[in-house]
């Protein structure tokens, strides 16, 4: 019952920057987590930054001080702000919402082209 609508996603060039949107509906309540990830064809899934309903933070080592994670749990909407982008962030960007559990929903993802 619950709906996640990426967007933001595009072609940058190596040192751009991106900022990334996601919106949860279909429940009242906020997730307890709300997150990004990315995947790359033929690759595992990986964890990009994820973010609290109070705020606390977690980074992958590989977008640490150059990614920021944000939310306004009164829209259930999170954001993603892609700054110094590598070419190697290339990748589909999928949002996720984690409400208790193993409640966990997914966005249908948002490609980020990094490339001059």
């Known amino acids: 019952q619950v709906q996640l609508v990426e967007s933001g996603g595009g072609l940058v060039q190596p040192g751009g920057s991106l900022r990334l949107s996601c919106a949860a509906s279909?429940?009242?309540?906020?997730?307890?987590?709300m997150g990004w990830f990315r995947q790359v064809p033929g690759k595992q899934r990986e964890l990009v930054a994820t973010?609290?309903?109070?705020?606390?933070?977690n980074y992958a080592d590989s977008v640490k001080g150059r990614f920021t994670i944000s939310r306004e749990n009164a829209k259930n909407t999170v954001y993603l702000q892609m700054n110094s982008l590598k070419p190697e962030d290339t990748a589909v960007y999928f949002c996720?919402?984690?409400?208790?559990?193993?409640?966990?929903?997914w966005g249908q993802g948002t490609q980020v082209t990094v490339s001059s």
């Open positions: 996720r919402a984690h409400y208790e559990l193993r409640d966990v929903y």
């Open positions: 279909g429940r009242a309540l906020s997730p307890n987590v």
């Open positions: 973010i609290s309903r109070t705020g606390t933070t």
